[in-house]
T-cell receptor, first 114, second 113 residues
Framework: QKEVEQNSGPLSVPEGAIASLNCTYSDRGSQSFFWYRQYSGKSPELIMSIYSNGDKEDGRFTAQLNKASQYVSLLIRDSQPSDSATYLCAVLRAGGTSYGKLTFGQGTILTVHP | DTGVSQDPRHKITKRGQNVTFRCDPISEHNRLYWYRQTLGQGPEFLTYFQNEAQLEKSRLLSDRFSAERPKGSFSTLEIQRTEQGDSAMYLC???????????FGSGTRLTVV
């Protein structure tokens, strides 16, 4: 089992729709969760962080965390073609010298078509 | 300070040659990370520094890889006797404290021919 798994893509949605990206993680002690966006040929860019159960909203983005289910998701409302990118889920493992090391999922490619 | 800086942006080298990459983190960040990313995969952890101390090194790193952060500021990643399998994007990131997301540099794309 991979430590961080994301729903397989690619995901294609029409402009204006809601894009839903999902991620599960195996380490129950994980404490912090992040979503990064990565455009083709570029480096990852942090777009959302979430630390406690529930929803966190930032503009068109909503991150959702359910620690009991070991599940984190990202919703993008009113999707735009400029949202087309790879979205990476990252989990911060807790404890020892691993604290501070992010573990990434494989990424989900999102395409928003006009 | 405009962010994490990596140099060079691209490097093409012949198999068997040594290469060295440099990373300059955001100045007030004391934590520095190196990751490697291949096409279609998420970044894989290589190593982590807190100030000048190298606190963790991935088992992915063979003895051909070494990283330093001599004064707790910039860091270098050296790959000796490069192999074609080393071809990847090498990403450096930094953070100010535990538990927060990183800021990544633009990366160094290595191609071993």
């Amino acid at each position: 089992q991979k430590e961080v798994e994301q729903n397989s893509g690619p995901l294609s949605v029409p402009e204006g729709a809601i894009a839903s990206l999902n991620c599960t993680y195996s380490d129950r002690g994980s404490q912090s969760f992040f979503w990064y966006r990565q455009y083709s040929g570029k480096s990852p860019e942090l777009i959302m962080s979430i630390y406690s159960n529930g929803d966190k909203e930032d503009g068109r983005f909503t991150a959702q965390l359910n620690k009991a289910s070991q599940y984190v998701s990202l919703l993008i409302r009113d999707s735009q073609p400029s949202d087309s990118a790879t979205y990476l889920c990252a989990v911060l493992r807790a404890g020892g010298t691993s604290y501070g090391k992010l573990t990434f999922g494989q990424g989900t490619i999102l395409t928003v078509h006009p | 300070d405009t962010g994490v800086s990596q140099d060079p942006r691209h490097k093409i080298t012949k198999r068997g040659q040594n290469v060295t990459f440099r990373c300059d983190p955001i100045s007030e960040h004391n934590r520095l990370y190196w990751y490697r990313q291949t096409l279609g995969q998420g970044p894989e952890f290589l190593t982590y520094f807190q100030n000048e101390a190298q606190l963790e090194k991935s088992r992915l790193l063979s003895d051909r890889f070494s990283a330093e952060r001599p004064k707790g500021s910039f860091s270098t990643l050296e790959i000796q006797r490069t192999e074609q399998g080393d071809s990847a994007m090498y990403l450096c990131a930094s953070s100010f404290e535990q538990g927060v997301g990183y800021t990544f540099g633009s990366g160094t794309r290595l191609t071993v021919v």
